[in-house]
């Protein structure tokens, strides 16, 4: 960003690299590199299917546990799934997810105006991706189960 100091003046780089203070972010971009190349070498198509995959077996779960309400279930959808259990707030879930190793967003995911055009102000929100597993959704069933039917043990 700058050509010269001295105790008398400053100079300045013409734009735009008087903008840019300090050195550039040279290891994100070496990481995003990476990570692109780990993503092409599996395929992103196969990585949408997964995805989808897991997201279907985690929703017809999910259809059968008790007190839960599914938000969203387009046939196309991203791999996410917002749910919220009657007789709970969504933190109160969330707190037992995480207490079992589980991350899930609660809140309203910056989504409001769609929350609240389906009924909603806020709702639990798992999101599958292709580092996920079928035994990690069948541990996220197994929890919301117990918590909807009241037989949360720990």
């Known amino acids: 960003m700058i050509q010269d100091v001295t105790f008398e003046k400053t100079i300045f780089h013409p734009a735009p690299n008087r ?13 995003l590199a990476t990570a692109l190349d780990y993503v092409q070498k599996i395929g992103i198509g196969r990585i949408a299917r997964y995805e989808h995959e897991l997201l279907d077996y985690a929703t017809s779960l999910f259809k059968q546990i008790p007190k839960v309400k599914l938000i969203g279930t387009a046939k ?7 749910f919220t259990i009657a007789g709970f707030s969504n933190e109160e879930v969330g ?8 991350a899930v967003r609660t ?7 769609i929350l609240r055009r ?8 798992p999101s599958f991706a292709f580092y996920n ?4 959704i069948d ?11 009241s037989k949360f043990v720990d």
């Open 19 to 31: 903008f840019e203070a300090g050195t550039g972010n040279i290891a994100d971009a070496v990481g």
């Open 76 to 82: 196309d959808k991203a791999s996410v799934m917002s």
């Open 95 to 102: 707190k037992v997810l995480n207490d079992h190793g589980i």
């Open 107 to 113: 809140a309203h995911h910056c989504a409001q105006p």
């Open 118 to 125: 389906l009924g909603y102000e806020n709702s639990v929100r």
């Open 133 to 136: 597993t079928f035994a990690e």
């Open 139 to 149: 541990l996220l069933a197994d929890v919301v189960r117990k918590l909807a039917c």
